[in-house]
């Protein structure tokens, strides 16, 4: 149910809908720029749902497990971008935002990694926080990067 269904949920005017979705996109800029595990799994709710490539995690733990470990072997970050970036604001305290997003990095093995993709997530805001409740991103495969 969004606001518009709910008839007891007062109505946002275009400057509380542009100030929540700037407010999304800042918090996703913020976690695509974390420099750990700590700080990237700060930005997600404590049980969020969490999906990537086509596969559903069983847990947020299982999620935060392989985020660690990701941030463990990260040698360097090259670039971190949000190409484009849609906020859909369902309610005063829930927004969706989908972005293009290209990342680049080097393990600590020497490997790097140049990834292309879009992301989705749904934000809510809880004591002044916008949270990532449910996320998905789905990178293009190796061939077919420019």
């Known amino acids: 149910m969004t606001e518009r269904d709910d008839p007891t949920s007062p109505a946002l005017d275009s400057a509380q809908r542009s ?3 700037e407010a999304v996109k800042q918090a996703a800029w913020q976690h695509l720029e974390s420099e750990n595990a700590t700080q990237a799994l700060s930005y997600y709710e404590p049980d969020a749902i969490v999906a990537s490539n086509g596969s559903l995690y069983p847990s947020f733990e299982r999620f935060a497990e392989d985020a660690r470990a990701f941030y463990a072997a990260l040698r360097e970050t090259h670039l971190a971008v949000w190409d484009e970036m849609r906020v ?18 080097t393990d600590t093995a020497g490997v790097r990694t140049d990834l292309k993709g879009v992301w989705t997530a ?6 002044g926080y916008w949270k990532i409740s449910t ?3 789905s990178f293009e495969p190796e061939g ?3």
């Open 135 to 137: 996320r998905h991103e």
């Open 88 to 105: 859909q604001v369902l309610s005063g305290d829930v927004a969706a935002l989908t972005a293009t997003v290209r990342w680049s990095s």
């Open 144 to 146: 077919e990067r420019a």
């Open 19 to 21: 100030a929540i979705a």
């Open 122 to 127: 749904v934000y809510v805001r809880h004591g």
